[in-house]
């Protein structure tokens, strides 16, 4: 009985030990395996579908716009507020090589500006 309970108290700590160093997770650059590995109710169905629902309307803006993910419940999202990020800016900076310059890309459907580049462009 007693190899046992110290097997418990091993096992208690080991396990508070791995959800301890649990660091955020960002939900606009996270790919559905670290989602369903580090989010409480969160499983690889869900986990793809929120992965699918950032890929089809962009960014998440707010760690409450999981709730517009299919199926999300908002006891989901409250049980793993504490880890959940957005991530830096909502603006990307996308360069395409061209002279020109670059597009900017607003987050949740913004219009993308073209802004001239800092360096000369090249001779033919």
């Given at each position: 009985?007693?190899?046992?309970s110290s097997i418990l108290v091993s096992l208690g700590l080991a396990f508070a030990a791995l959800t301890a160093f649990a660091g955020p997770v960002d939900i606009n650059s996270a790919d559905?395996?670290?989602?369903?590995?580090e989010l409480n109710g969160v499983g690889p169905a869900r986990a793809q579908a929120i992965v699918a629902y950032r890929n089809e309307h962009g960014p998440f803006k707010s760690v409450d716009d999981l709730r517009l993910v299919k199926?999300?419940?908002q006891k989901v999202i409250d049980n793993n507020r504490e880890?959940?990020?957005t991530g830096g800016s909502n603006t990307a900076t996308r360069t395409?090589?061209?002279a020109g310059g670059r597009t900017e890309?607003?987050?949740g459907g913004g219009k993308a500006e073209t802004k001239p580049?800092?360096?000369p462009a090249r001779a033919p």
């Open positions: 009985m007693r190899i046992f559905a395996a670290t989602l369903a590995r199926n999300m419940p880890l959940l990020r395409d090589g061209r890309v607003k987050a580049d800092a360096r």
